[in-house]
């Protein structure tokens, strides 16, 4: 998909992080777009904000874990711009047993259903409702489906399972896209650290999904943590990468190679019918650097 302008673009997390800097990108490309977001209040703002950019955009309350929501954030869009020809399935949570020190089977049925519901559920809900309509369309489109580079390397609990079924999901897209010869590409997003609010996803966490007698972080865990990921990369440049990754047809979009090595040792791994190295993440790196 080489021509942006005038075409219409649904994104999910749209109100913050990533999904907001890709919001925004697509808009300089002439695009309409259709922020989607579980979160009413920072929806309506990225709204308005676009909004008086002159950007031609609509906001769709959506909860991506229910098939419901997403049906009628697709209608919506239908309704205000009559094709959608880019979709960015977003949304994700981090959560239930990702923090340093845990183990996966100490996770709880909680954390299992909700991060699941997310991060599984959330993009599938996506390829199920948007994929028939933009086959229908016979244009030129792309979907772009948000893992992580825990999708990629060994571990990292409930969360890492989710997003390696992600990249599990856009390969098979991406097969059958060209199996039946279709004109719409796949891109799967695999990012490292990134400065968005992925850290404070538990503001999103249903009650019925609470764990009980959960600790909140001390003031210091949570400076901690935020630093951590202020050192990452900007959503800006990922969304560029993102306009790039399209154009360009591109499968799989790595947004850092400072985890090189360990994805290479999990492919070894498997290659020879063994198991991976424990390999430590690398440390983390000043903005301006790479990883």
């Known amino acids: 998909m080489q021509d942006f302008d005038g075409k219409v673009a649904v994104i999910t997390g749209a109100a913050s992080g990533m999904g907001r800097a890709m919001a ?18 920072p929806l309506e703002i990225a709204v308005q904000q676009m909004h008086h950019a002159e950007h031609d955009v609509i ?13 009628n954030l697709a209608q919506k869009a239908l309704a205000a711009y009559g094709k959608v020809h880019v979709v960015c399935n977003n949304a994700g949570v981090s959560g239930g047993n990702g923090s340093p020190g845990s183990v996966i ?8 259903t909700w991060v699941t519901n997310v991060n599984y559920w959330g993009v599938a809900h996506g390829i199920r409702v948007f994929v028939p309509i933009m086959l229908r369309q016979d244009e030129e489109g792309h979907v772009v489906n948000t893992s992580s ?61 609470a764990n009980q007698g ?8 949570q400076q901690r943590i935020a630093a951590w990921a202020a050192a990452g ?24 190679d400072a985890q090189d090595e360990r994805i290479e040792d999990r492919f070894r791994g498997i290659m020879n019918r063994s198991a991976f190295t424990f390999i430590e993440r690398p440390p983390r790196v000043p903005p301006s650097g790479r990883g």
């Open 24 to 41: 925004e990108r697509f808009a300089q490309e002439g695009m309409k777009v259709v922020l989607a977001d579980v979160e009413a209040g």
């Open 105 to 112: 089977w100490e996770a709880s049925l909680n954390d299992w």
């Open 214 to 221: 959960e600790v909140a972080r001390t003031p210091e865990e």
């Open 233 to 256: 990369k900007q959503p800006e440049e990922v969304a560029e990468m993102v306009v790039q990754a399209i154009r360009n047809n591109q499968l799989y979009l790595l947004t850092h």
């Open 149 to 209: 580079m825990s999708g990629v390397t060994p571990g990292n609990g409930v969360y890492g399972a989710t997003k390696h079924a992600v990249v599990s999901m856009s390969e098979s897209l991406y097969r059958d896209f060209k199996r039946r010869n279709t004109k719409l590409g796949v891109t799967c997003l695999i990012p490292d650290v990134t400065n968005t609010r992925m850290i404070d996803a538990v503001r999103n966490r249903p009650p019925e999904f």
């Open 59 to 71: 906001g769709v309350l959506t909860d991506v874990s229910k098939a419901e929501s997403v049906e």
